[in-house]
């Protein structure tokens, strides 16, 4: 079987640069004495996670407690779910604990921890709770000069139904960085501010075994990791435009792609149409505030290597629009109808998100070595 | 079972709203002598599409493949597969066809037409073929003045394992417009384009029993639809914020939400954070080139009722950031943690597509009182 007799739009996944991936992850993180804690919300197969698990790991992160359920049932027991927990899942939690999950959940308000501590004292059990850090002003996580910090975690200890596991944070703010400069910058201060905030608790008589940051421009760039027990990081298995875009990788270590099908032209305007839409690559734009705005994808050709000015300027459900990014003519015997295209998302996790198998390919070859499975919703 | 008891984030159906919006489209294409062929690529669940069915319907659009086989396997016979054909495809057309479909395809250049042929005859089946008009130069499509025309529906018409059925065209630059008005004279154009077309062909003896156009604001807001045969649209059953946007609805029409969970603030920044974000309420930003950017989604209360000031400004994964369009300070009482809240779509075809399921719901009720289920994928 070959990538032309694939029915297009599908997902392709290079081996090579998959494995390529993750092997320069763990050897850099190795070099740092830091051990790794996979999160496995852009990939959702267990097939690649059994890839990245070896001694340096020490269980997985999560970003809904359907992807807890399916590599629990793979038998992965240690996963911290890496969303601020919502009461009305600690039902499902509990029920993960009941099939064996070791799984902490993050909170970052009182609210949330009494709904933890109630839950806990109903059903008789003892919730494992990580305080989320705002290393960043990303989004979510106690400010690390709050006193909330102290007083949620003073509550949390002394309450039947949670245990405090330490804390966690996440420079989400990393994928806005203007330079490696600035990630190495972002990489130094999530781990200052999340001991500082371990050190505060612990300075309080209060537990702190998990010190958790994590994402993959600052685990990609950092050179010290003293004082963190864990990095979290996903999408550097299969990079993507926005990492590239970052200096995270390179285009050529890109290792997710979508495969397409010419079905036709509008010459007089430089275009041709495929059939690979939104619904397939994404309506990510993630590029769009990068220095080269990739659209919504860079065209390769069906060995995967890229045709660097072109790419897929638009996109509705099913259709894709390519032309050149310079507006120069497209030589359009090289791209008959029925012929194949790979393109490069910006986002792998929203790309991956709308399919729910991988064809497996060597790099430089169209034979499809293997189909591994994903799994996708709440 | 209410919304309450749900685990967030999830698809609401509000089928009061849905009835209502499939009943108008019916009453308004009925008045005009039309018959409507919906497409199935916003709702892609059987039960809606049963909703919709009657004796002004004469079967349903796809936009995959995927969709046709599910249809079929649920006695829906008569199908258009609205997107260009790709070669490859042509085998699973044929399979769909021995399985009982009436299947037309479309395409709109000669190296297709050679292909269809060429498989045709290797299968000894005749493929019943539309020819794709472009009205609008929106992106595909054969434009309504070029030879092409002529040349492909003769050669189809000539050949073995191939029937020209008639044309087909989608006004998709309808989304771009900026009055009703325009909206208006693009349906008129929309019209006057592929009946231009069918005389065409049929002034050279060609067949073209089908003249199919459609799209849902200028199905809405067409006034003469004499020489066409059939009406597509889709997003008219649920709405959406776009269609708002456009004049199509009003926001109290949109049928589909997401319901989601507060799960904590940054309150010196005005934010709420629920836990849902750009993987179950998507990436499209339509409504950012309208005269109200809605953001990710406009908030409503768990009745559905709009909170007008307040929108979804910022998406992860799994995380929203809920604030106030203007900056006014936030009521942080009204919305405690746990709290639920229902989202609606920028793009109802896009929100819809990251879910296997609707939990239906009545207007200004938050019990559920059914559960449907939808397909994915290709």
Redesign the interface.
Same mark, same amino acid.
């Given at each position: 079987m070959k990538l032309?007799?694939?029915? $297009?739009? *599908?997902l392709i996944l290079d081996q090579d640069k998959l494995s390529n991936n993750i092997h320069k992850m763990n050897v850099h993180l190795k070099s740092l004495g830091a051990k790794i804690r996979p999160h496995v919300?852009t990939v959702k197969s267990i097939d690649i996670i059994n890839m990245v698990m070896n001694d340096q790991c020490i269980g997985i992160a999560v970003? $809904?407690?359907k992807e807890a359920e399916y590599f629990l049932d793979k038998g992965i027991k240690d996963i911290v779910y890496a969303?601020?927990?919502?009461?009305?899942?600690l039902d499902?939690v509990a029920e993960l604990m009941k099939n064996g999950a070791d799984i902490k959940i993050i909170?970052?308000?009182i609210?949330?921890s009494k709904?933890v501590v109630q839950k806990g004292k109903e059903l008789n059990i003892t919730y494992q709770v990580l305080l989320e850090i705002?290393c960043d002003?990303h989004?979510?996580g106690i400010k690390p000069n709050d006193p909330a910090l102290l007083k949620i975690g003073k509550y949390l200890n002394d309450q039947e139904g949670a245990e405090l596991k330490g804390v966690l944070t996440h420079a989400?703010e990393s994928y806005n960085c203007k330079s490696v400069e600035a990630i190495k910058q972002l990489a130094a201060k999530e781990r200052i501010l999340s001991i500082s905030c371990a050190e505060t608790l612990r300075e309080n008589n209060l537990p702190c075994p998990i010190v958790s940051t994590g994402s993959t421009p600052t685990a990609t760039f950092t050179d010290d990791l003293s004082g963190i027990t864990e990095i979290r990081a996903g999408v550097y298995m299969f990079k993507d435009l926005v990492m590239a875009g970052l200096g995270v990788c390179d285009a050529n270590d890109i290792a997710l792609s979508v495969l397409a099908?010419?079905?036709?032209?509008?010459k007089e305007?430089g275009w041709i149409?495929i059939?690979a839409g939104?619904? $397939?690559l994404?309506?990510?734009?993630g590029t769009a505030s990068q220095k080269v705005d990739q659209g919504y994808g860079l065209v390769c050709n069906e060995y995967g290597k890229p045709l660097p000015d072109l790419i897929v300027s638009?996109t509705?459900?099913?259709?894709g629009?390519i032309s050149d990014r310079n507006g120069k003519q497209i030589n359009y015997r090289n791209f008959?109808?029925?012929s194949i295209l790979r393109i490069l998302p910006n986002h792998a *996790?929203?790309t991956a998100?709308?399919?729910?198998h991988y064809n497996l390919v060597n790099t430089n070859s169209t034979e499809i070595i293997d189909v591994w499975h994903r799994i996708?919703?709440?």
């Open positions: 032309q007799d694939l029915e $297009t739009p *599908c919300k970003s $809904t407690l969303v601020g927990i919502a009461p009305v899942k499902h909170l970052d308000n609210e949330q709904a705002d002003g989004r979510s989400g099908s010419v079905i036709g032209y509008q305007k149409i059939d939104w619904l $397939t994404s309506r990510d734009r638009g509705n459900q099913e259709h629009i008959p109808v029925g *996790c929203a998100a709308s399919h729910n996708n919703g709440w």
